[in-house]
C-alpha cells in the first residue's frame, strides 16, 4: 500500500512523456508521423500495445500469435473493435515478411528513432548479454518448440533492444504494464484479459 502513490505517479510521467513521441506508418512512409497519443485518444475501449523486438524474431512470432488469439474472444464480448490491437516495432527490416504471416492482425507501426522504447523503459541488453541468455535461458528450446508449431524466423536487424506489452485506456492511462526480461519472455494472456475486463467493469460502474 506505501508504494501505491509512488507507482500512480510513475505510469502518469511515463504516458506524459510517451503521449508526444512519433510514429511512421511503414505501409504509407510518405505520411507525416502520428503521435503515441493518436493511437489510443478518443478509441471506443483499451488499446492493446505490443512492442515487437524484432519482426524476424521466431518467438516474437509464436509471442503475437498465442496473444492475438484474446481477439475474437473480446469482440463478442465487448463488440468488434472496441479492443483496439496496435503493434510497435524497431525497423522497417522484416516487415513484409511479418505482415504476410498475418502473426499480428492489428495496425502496426515504427519506432525508428527508438524513443519510445527508451521512454516507455523497455531495456537493452549487450552482446555478451545476449550470448548468455541464448545459453541460460533456453532460448534455443523455446524457438525449437515455435518452429515445432509452424513459426519461423530469422536473425536479422536489431538484437539487442527487449520488448513488452502496454494497454492503454482511452484517456491515456496505463492499465497494464509488462516489460520483456529475456527473449520469448511475454504476459499470460489471462493477465491481458483481466486489465481489460477491469477496464470495462470501471467503465460501467461509471456510467451507472
Known amino acids: 500500500m506505501g508504494n501505491a502513490p509512488t507507482v500512480q505517479v510513475a505510469k502518469e510521467e511515463v504516458m506524459r512523456e510517451a503521449a508526444q513521441k512519433t510514429l511512421t506508418d511503414p505501409d504509407n512512409p510518405s505520411n507525416p508521423p502520428v503521435t503515441f ?20 524474431c521466431v518467438l516474437c512470432r509464436e ?13 463478442e464480448k465487448y463488440g468488434k473493435g472496441v479492443v483496439n490491437w496496435i503493434g510497435i516495432g524497431l525497423e522497417k527490416l522484416g516487415y513484409d515478411e511479418f505482415k504476410e504471416g498475418n502473426y499480428f492482425p492489428g495496425k502496426i507501426y515504427l519506432d525508428e528513432s527508438h524513443e519510445l522504447y527508451t521512454t516507455a523503459g523497455f531495456n537493452k541488453i549487450g552482446m555478451m548479454g545476449i550470448v548468455s541468455r541464448f545459453v541460460t535461458e533456453g ?36 492499465l ?7 527473449f520469448g519472455d511475454e504476459p499470460a494472456k489471462e493477465e491481458v484479459l483481466k486489465a481489460i475486463e477491469d477496464y470495462f467493469a470501471v467503465a460501467n460502474k461509471e456510467k451507472n
Open 37 to 56: 497519443e493518436s493511437l489510443y485518444k478518443d478509441s471506443p475501449g483499451p488499446v492493446v500495445v505490443k512492442f515487437f523486438r524484432r519482426f524476424g
Open 63 to 75: 509471442g503475437a500469435a498465442e496473444t492475438m488469439k484474446l481477439k475474437p474472444l473480446l469482440d
Open 176 to 182: 497494464f504494464y509488462y516489460q520483456q526480461k529475456a
Open 139 to 174: 532460448t534455443i528450446s523455446l524457438a525449437k518448440e515455435a518452429e515445432k508449431k509452424g513459426f519461423h524466423g530469422d536473425l536479422k536487424g536489431n538484437k539487442t533492444q527487449l520488448g513488452g506489452w502496454m494497454i492503454v485506456s482511452p484517456k491515456g492511462e496505463l
